[in-house]
């Protein structure tokens, strides 16, 4: 199950460019993956061969174009394994996924009084849209607390549901801790009690086998750009049952069947939550990216990805006053980490300086930071690409930090 | 580009030991400036005399740079006309941003500053005491009137 991780590491051109006169260790796929050749490949001959509009035309181009995005749509719908493509709703991200189900699903189901159960490791997308609809109908955000080592229990989650809960959103991973969340076991708590469950997926999908129906959550949201695909594509699943009761949330083009000036009809689904000329490249791309993905083999990359992760944490742990925020048991291959004395801001620098690329900041995850008390964390993130090296990398870049701080 | 030029020894010496670290209370004016790019947070409070800023202090958290970028503010203004600190705001902007800038021979420490020109993301961190401490002095100014009223029966 071992990766040939030098023939894959060819498949990524932007790993051979250098940055300040030293070759890229890149450690921020948990902000944005890497595109391999073959979805760089399938953008570009979308774009040479059959760029037109999709769902309008007859022709032949605009035939092609609608098989290549359909076809994506079937290849997302295996990838996580929807019962039917009507469950698979192309957006733009993770984010608009969440928005959609909000402003859709939200506005529709819940009332003043009403609650929604999310955790205190959200990233922003997984609260700002809840926060919105809390607002517009008067209901009430209710975050699930962590302990100390950035992991949610589920007594603590079951204790927050109530009758008047209506909805639980959480993070399949956690951007900011790497934190494998419980999510089968949340998923059966809350339909014990008759509540549907939205997971965002950004961070898990690039790493473990997601499976709709074995997890039975009832909305599922990932992106495009975590998986090795291009950004602005996304995906909501959404069970069909809830979907097909949904009423539109964008109207435009593609999403309904016949308008005239009094009414309009909608569309079948999924189109009828797509309105508007859509990401076709995005799309296209994406459905290579998961072509990619499966050949590689999702158990092997998370075992690569975490080995090196063990390497990185166990290397960092051993540096003075350097502390690792984030120590679930379940974690996927995300380090974020504090030094005494100096700032993240000032790490990013220096490592940017050593050609080690980091995300530093509060990763779109305010509420986390404000638990631990942090104004912002150090986060390197692996990808399938990484290697030895590039942890070693790491690790003398991070020590440089001290001597130029010393 | 070398990071000794973002980080001289005055630089890591401010961050280490803030000089006017903390508030003045009672206060003339006080501001809060915040990054939200990298959560640096700071606050900003000075004391008026007339047009003289008769002193200063600073607290919050940030990165080196926007901490000694802070603390050399406060020794570079303190005592100093509201004239004299608008044209030090302006010649420290310039410091940072314009590439050819060449600084006037009287702006001491601040030209420990000259680094964070050839590091572009971090000009903001930098510059947010300068925008805090002019937020402050707006507002001490919008009071003056109020200020001057109690003070002629």
């Known amino acids: 199950m071992s990766l040939d991780v030098a023939n894959l590491r060819a498949q990524f051109p932007i790993l051979q460019r250098q940055v300040n006169g030293r070759p890229l260790v890149y450690l921020d796929s948990a902000a944005s993956a890497q595109m391999p050749r073959p979805v760089l490949a399938a953008v570009d001959h979308y774009h040479r061969e059959l760029h037109s509009n999709v769902h309008r035309g007859v022709h032949t181009l605009s035939q092609q174009a609608t098989d290549a995005f359909e076809g994506a749509r079937e290849k997302v719908r295996a990838f996580i394994n929807a019962r039917s493509t009507r469950e698979i709703v192309f957006v733009r991200g993770t984010t608009e996924a969440i928005n959609l189900v909000a402003q859709s699903w939200g506005r529709q189901n819940l009332q003043a009084g009403d609650e929604i159960l999310i955790t205190h490791l959200e990233h922003h997308a997984n609260i700002v849209p809840w926060q919105m609809l809390c607002q517009a109908v008067g209901a009430k955000l209710v975050a699930a607390p962590l302990n100390q080592h950035g992991e949610v229990q589920l007594e603590a989650l079951q204790g927050l549901l109530s009758p008047r809960t209506r909805l639980v959103a959480v993070a399949h991973v956690s951007n900011a801790l790497g934190t494998v969340l419980p999510v089968r076991d949340i998923v059966a708590l809350a339909h014990a009690r008759g509540i549907p469950v939205l997971l965002d997926g950004a961070q898990a999908v690039a790493h473990e086998v997601v499976d709709v129906q074995a997890l039975d959550c009832d909305f599922y949201a990932f992106s495009g750009h975590k998986l090795y695909g291009p950004t602005g594509i996304g995906v909501l699943y959404a069970r069909e049952a809830l979907l097909k009761l949904m009423p539109p949330w964008q109207g435009g083009g593609d999403m309904i069947l016949t308008v005239s000036i009094e009414r309009s009809t909608w569309n079948d689904l999924p189109w009828r939550f797509e309105a508007g000329t859509p990401n076709i490249s995005g799309a296209i791309g994406l459905g290579a990216a998961i072509d990619f993905v499966e050949s590689v083999g999702r158990p092997a990359i998370a075992a690569h990805e975490g080995a090196l992760a063990a390497r990185a944490s166990e290397a960092l742990g051993r540096l003075p006053g350097l502390r690792l925020v984030g120590t679930a048991t379940h974690k996927a291959a995300v380090v974020s980490f504090t030094m005494d004395g100096v700032h993240p801001h000032d790490i990013g620098t220096i490592l940017d300086h050593e050609a080690v690329a980091i995300r530093t900041g509060h990763h779109c995850a305010m509420p986390v930071m404000e638990y631990y008390g942090l104004p912002a964390t150090a986060r390197a993130s692996f990808g399938c690409y990484n290697n030895e090296a590039d942890v070693e990398r790491l690790v003398a870049a991070v020590s440089r930090v001290r001597e130029v701080f010393s | ?153």
């Open chain 2, 1 to 153: 580009m070398d990071l000794r030029d973002l980080y001289r020894e005055v630089i890591l010496d401010h961050n280490r030991s803030p000089r006017n670290f903390g508030r003045l209370e009672p206060a003339d004016a006080a501001a809060n400036g915040h990054n939200p790019l990298c959560g640096d947070r700071l606050h900003v409070t000075l004391k008026l005399d007339g047009e003289r800023l008769d002193d200063v202090r600073f607290d919050g958290q940030g990165c080196a740079i926007s901490v000694a970028s802070a603390s050399l503010m406060t020794e570079a203004v303190k005592g100093r006309s509201l004239a004299d600190v608008d044209r030090l705001y302006q010649q420290v902007h310039a410091l940072l941003t314009e590439q050819n800038y060449a600084p006037p021979t009287d702006l001491g420490k601040l030209m420990a500053l000259g680094g964070v020109r050839e590091f572009p993301v971090r000009v903001k961190c930098a510059s947010l005491c300068w925008h805090t401490l002019h937020a402050a002095l707006e507002a001490g100014r919008a009071e003056a009137p109020a200020v001057v009223s109690t003070e002629q029966p």
